[in-house]
Nanobody
């Protein structure tokens, strides 16, 4: 199974981005039971949890992104998304998708002021 993340880029403060992560090779029954998450790591900082989605649909967000970011998934596409609105310079980081012990490559998000 490979996790392929995309959607990062450069955006001005107040803008939006939508990150996508596709779990290629993961069978539907496994994907259905997974609890995907997005993490981020800014230069010089530790990796931190941004958002997670439990298998029964409960979401959890870091306080810094509540009300601005939304995690969701599409089972048929084996994809998890992170909709990021009202982005701020402090959101600048490499963003990683996670399924249990699986990590995708980071996708870079840069927010200019």
């Amino acid at each position: 199974v490979q996790l392929q993340a995309s959607g990062g880029g450069l955006v001005q403060a107040g803008g939006s981005l939508r990150l996508s992560c596709v779990a290629r090779g993961m069978i539907l029954s496994v994907f259905w039971g997974e609890a995907p998450a997005w993490y981020r790591q800014a230069p010089g900082n530790q990796r931190e949890l941004v958002a997670s989605l439990s298998s029964d649909g409960n979401t959890n967000y870091a306080d810094s992104v509540k009300g601005r970011f939304t995690i969701s998934k599409n089972n048929s596409k084996r994809a998890v998304y992170l909709q990021m609105n009202n982005l701020q310079p402090e959101d600048t980081a490499d963003y990683y998708c996670n399924f249990g012990s699986l990590w995708g490559r980071g996708t870079q998000v840069t927010v200019s002021s």
